[in-house]
């Protein structure tokens, strides 16, 4: 389903689900803002309503996409670097002239009253840097050097994340290391990470003195299984013997501290009850630091609502505009990182998986086009779109149905916002842009 843009071909599948998504997001946030004692016509034009307002992004975001496919890809290879220092110079002047939205320092005030978060638009210059490092000639990423130089580029954005207290955010640029695995990173990286999220969660689960006997026991099984080679080379034993030590170390010190030491309150409450676990705040320095100030758990009474809201829909819905949990506000941020609830309650179970079903079509289509590019450049940045957008997609989802922690990131193309629509829409044309001229080798 190819079709000429000038002399090149855009990929009109991307192009026509792009629109329906977008679509569907009006639609929700319509949903659970819209009332009936009030023209609808009226309060889609007037410009003060959030679903007006996202009508007035999305006109914004056709007008990008338009630039954007008619700009030469090559402008993306030769200034992605400088793209690059432009998004980490813009997320620097966040602490200096940055604005304070729901407790976190991450945005620029602009002018009509909007708001830029430049860590959202840095996703794509990450994913401009990325691809152009790992194009180059010179880059060999079987060497460890090149693999902590790609890193670097995409955890940097991650660090300002986190030090303006906007740890969602953060946590998507580790969506990057997909991106180099498919580019040959070795598959013992994602293991080691994986172990341990693994001895995360079961440290936030179980009594320290018991997962620690568990991890000494390990160790102890290991050694015996391993006996043999172990008198061949003695290595194998100092290295069973600093994974012990490293693994209970992070269980009784590492873990702990950064619950109490790092984390705000909230934020350590949220992780204990993603695994069904209280967490205590009189353990945390920040909370001690603020003993005036009440501490409230409202991240329980967030995924409750939630999920009588989805719940509530059954098997076919309520009907559009019958919701009662979303129409009656009863679901905390609605209308941005809780607006899956609003298609729940509405559409039940059918509408939900056509819309899971939708997204995941979008998602297989941009792989496809990954996969089908000649230049490294233009499939490193292909399956960081793919990348950034199934970690929100997932994460988001998983949120509202409590199988994750709350951390305040949007659904992509649904969520209300004016950074998160424009942001997604010049990352998705961008690669219709570099696919047009996926003859090309770009570097």
């Not at 580019?183 to 179980?206: C, R």
């Not at 984390?263 to 069904?276: L, M």
Request: contains cysteine; aromatic residues 14%; proline residues 3%.
């Amino acid at each position: 389903m190819n079709q000429n843009f000038g002399t090149q071909k855009i990929d009109y599948w991307i192009v026509w689900l792009y629109a329906i998504l977008v679509s569907i997001g009006i639609l929700c946030i319509f949903m659970v803002e819209y009332r009936s004692n009030t023209d609808w016509i009226e309060t889609f034009l007037n410009g003060k309503s959030n679903y007006s307002k996202q009508l007035i992004f999305a006109g914004v975001s056709i007008l990008v996409a338009t630039f954007i496919l008619l700009t030469d890809s090559k402008l993306f290879t030769a200034f992605a670097n400088l793209f690059y220092a432009f998004g980490i110079l813009l997320m620097l002047a966040t602490f200096v002239i940055g604005k304070n939205i729901n407790g976190s320092n991450s945005w620029i005030p602009l002018v009509g009253g909007f708001n830029l978060q430049p860590a959202e638009l840095c996703k794509i210059f990450t994913a401009l840097a990325l691809a152009k490092y790992l194009s180059r000639q010179e880059t060999d990423f079987s060497k460890f050097s090149s693999q902590a130089i790609a890193a670097a580029i995409a955890l940097s954005p991650a660090v300002l994340s986190v030090l303006q207290n906007e740890t969602g955010l953060a946590l998507v640029y580790f969506s990057f290391f997909i991106v180099m695995f498919r580019e040959g990173l070795p598959p013992a990286i994602l293991i080691i990470g994986f172990s341990f999220a693994v001895l995360v969660v079961a440290t936030l689960t179980m009594d320290p003195n018991t997962l620690a006997m568990i991890l000494t026991g390990i160790a102890a099984l290991s050694i015996y299984l391993l006996r043999k080679a172990i008198k061949r080379k003695k290595r194998i034993l100092a290295l069973i013997l600093s994974l012990w030590v490293l693994c209970v170390g992070v269980q009784r010190f590492a873990v702990p501290y950064i619950f109490n030491n790092v984390f705000e309150c909230y934020q350590s409450q949220r992780i204990y009850s993603a695994v069904g676990k209280d967490y205590d705040c009189s353990q945390n320095i920040h909370a001690a630091k603020r003993p005036d100030k009440q501490v409230r758990k409202p991240d329980d009474y967030n995924v409750r609502q939630s999920k009588i809201a989805i719940g509530s829909g059954g098997l076919f819905g309520r009907g559009f505009l019958k919701g009662t949990q979303t129409r009656g506000k009863y679901v905390p941020e609605q209308h941005t990182d809780f607006i899956f609830t609003s298609l729940g309650e509405a559409f039940g179970f059918i509408g939900t998986f056509t819309f899971l079903a939708i997204y995941l079509f979008f998602l297989i289509r941009i792989i496809i086009i990954a996969e089908r590019q000649r230049s490294t450049f233009s499939r490193v940045y292909a399956y960081s779109v793919a990348s950034i957008l199934f970690f929100h997609f997932a994460v988001n989802v998983s949120m509202t149905i409590g199988l994750f922690p709350i951390i305040g990131i949007p659904l992509p193309l649904i969520s209300y916002g004016g950074s998160s629509l424009v942001t997604f829409t010049a990352m998705i044309f961008i690669l219709l842009r570099l696919d047009a001229d996926r003859q090309m080798v770009l570097r």
